[in-house]
């Protein structure tokens, strides 16, 4: 009775063996396509990311062109304005102003009125009584 029950034991023990060595190798080879799985999401995520990121880099850099091109033409609207002012203005207007800038103080608004005053005032005085 007993090699009966050990003739049935061992073919179940056979069994159970090689259920197992199946599952192990089905289990490595699951594993293995998980990784391989896991690895393809990581680079479809990466290149999500990429392309969003070059989407905003794109995005950045036409703000950043029209920013330029709007402070070119300011630019060029203030030299512009310069060329004029500077034409407009007296010598004493311009020495005064060559002045603040070399002992670095600003033109305040009051002595800016002033110098604008100052030089045609005594020039209409100074031509009245030498007429």
Do not use: C
């Not at 500077?86 to 020495?95: F, M, N, R, V």
């Amino acid at each position: 009775m007993k090699v009966a029950l050990l003739q049935k034991q061992l073919p179940s023990q056979i069994i159970m063996k090689v259920l197992f060595l199946e599952l192990e190798q089905h289990l490595k080879s699951s594993s293995g396509a998980s990784v391989v799985a896991i690895d393809n999401k990581i680079e479809q995520a990466m290149d999500l990311v990429k392309s969003h990121l070059m989407y905003a880099v794109r995005e950045e850099v036409e703000v950043l062109k029209e920013q330029i091109k709007e402070l070119i033409e300011k630019n060029s609207q203030l030299e512009q304005e310069n060329t004029l002012l500077k034409t407009l203005a007296s010598p004493e207007q311009l020495a005064q102003f060559q002045a603040q800038l070399q002992t670095g103080s600003p033109p305040s608004s009051s002595q800016s009125q002033g110098t604008t005053q100052q030089p045609a005032q005594p020039a209409s005085q100074g031509s009245g009584p030498s007429a």
